[in-house]
């Protein structure tokens, strides 16, 4: 991906330029929306101060966890942006991130759906999990379906042998590839991917064999992430809306409709030879005895597997990356494993016990948080955060990057030092606000618990297995850490490693 996103928007606007003899005439209705909001809202979160028409949208840049970052330490915690006519909220402290997402969340946990998104807001509540516009009733039947089905304590345990068998499989496959350049985040994408399937579908939907960032699953899915994090002209100028001037959305579309045909067939056959009332299988037999539809099943089936597939591929590359260049922990890991797994096989209940490696995986979160700004939040009613005003309707935003590097609360912030972990009660289980990878309150990420003992589990394997070497034999301790915002904060560069076994 040799664009970023903000770069991918200059090349668009070329093939628009009617966009802008549009903007021209409409400059002065614009300006007016821009300024009478500010005029309403004299308690407005500090920020920069607007450019007419545009807004702060310039002050973004290509990375924007970070000039919001930057833009927090010269106005505070709380700050408001004007993107186009969209106000933007975002609370860079701990102390910001609990009223946003525990005092306030009631008003606070409705869903910002970008115009990318191919499905209108009435359609969103009744298919939606993630971008439900609101946490109405039909949300919170499919939320608990999730928890029960999927991710509580019970079904968990119950798909342990799933999640052993897979990793296994993907232990082979690196075996069988000794002395390969291999991909980490493609393989582990496809190995995540292989998990949810079966859990979904009980059957494998992706290959590990897949190679090359053209044509492989990840690519696939890293296609949609970059179209969803594309700066859209009719997210920040909504009298456009309809007119989808980038083509973002007829894009995101395609896509999707892409991701659905890899299990089309099984939901097709399933449905035919479906009884009711019979033992459920797996969660496409839990959507038919609930009476879902194919619209139903598609949508929340891409929902699970956009939010659980490239969060932790990215997370284990992110974890590989920081334990192969610290040589000291490394060997503390090293150390752990060697006392602890004793045989062949390593099994779930094994990797529970290693806090080491435990802290290097909360460590690896708190520099590497897979969505550095989670998933945009809107704000249902007008609120009071900090003492200023939350106007209904605006875009709200936790930069838990920030929060996570925040010198008041870490020492050494940027050093990664997992023994900052070991004794602690900070968790990310949405309890501890200056550690909130995976969010807090009514939209906490349900497959937290499974998404912990994957990355455990996966982890735990390629270094146990495994020793790790660059390709060329170039120096571990130079790798290039460099990230990229595309909604899910991924490396700028793959990391290619060369496996060799272990005896």
Known sequence: MSQTSWEKLSSRVSSVEVLFLLLLPLAFIILKKIIRPCSKSKHLPPGPKPWPIVGNLLQMGNQPHVSLAEIAKVHGPLISLRLGTQLLVVGSSAEAATEILKTHDRFLSGRHVPQVIPRDSHVLRRLALIWSPECMDTWRLLRGLCRAELF????????????????????????????????????????????????????????????????????????????????????????????????????????????????????????????????????????????????????????????????????????????????????????????????????????????????????????????????????????????????????????????????????????FKPERFLGSNLDFKGNSYEFLPFGAGRRLCPGLPMANKLILLILASLLRRFDWSRPNGEDLAKLDMKDNFCVVLQKEQPLLLVPKKRL
């Open 152 to 415: 509580s304590a019970k079904a968990i345990e119950s798909n342990a042998s799933l999640r052993e068998k897979k990793v296994g499989e993907l232990m082979d496959f690196l075996g069988a590839r000794e002395g390969e350049v291999v991909s980490i985040g493609e393989v582990v994408f496809s190995t995540v991917f292989n998990t949810i399937s079966n859990l979904l579908f009980s059957n494998d939907l992706a290959r590990l064999e897949e190679k090359g960032m053209t044509s492989g699953l990840k690519s696939h899915v890293q296609k949609m992430m970059v179209v969803l994090a594309t700066p859209n002209m009719a997210d920040f100028y909504p009298i456009f809306a309809g007119l989808y001037p980038q083509r973002l959305r007829r894009e995101l579309s395609e896509l999707i409709e892409g991701t659905f045909a890899r299990w089309t067939i099984n939901v097709k056959e399933r449905r035919s030879s479906y009884v009711h009332d019979s033992p459920k299988r797996d969660f496409l037999d839990v959507f038919l005895a609930n009476g879902f539809d194919d619209d139903q099943i598609n949508w929340i089936s891409a929902e699970l597997f956009s939010a659980g597939t490239d969060t932790i591929a990215t997370t284990l590359e992110w974890a590989m990356s920081e334990l192969l260049r610290n040589k000291e922990v490394m060997k503390k890991v090293d150390e752990e494993l060697e006392r602890e797994l004793t045989k062949n096989t390593i099994s779930e209940s094994d990797v529970s016990q290693l806090p080491y490696l435990n802290a290097c995986i909360k460590e690896t979160l708190r520099l590497h948080p897979p969505v550095p700004l989670l998933v945009p939040h809107r704000a249902t009613e007008t609120c009071e955060v900090m003492n200023y005003t939350v106007p209904k309707d605006s875009q709200v935003v936790v930069n838990v990057w920030a929060i996570s590097r925040d010198p008041s609360i870490w020492e050494d912030p940027l050093s």
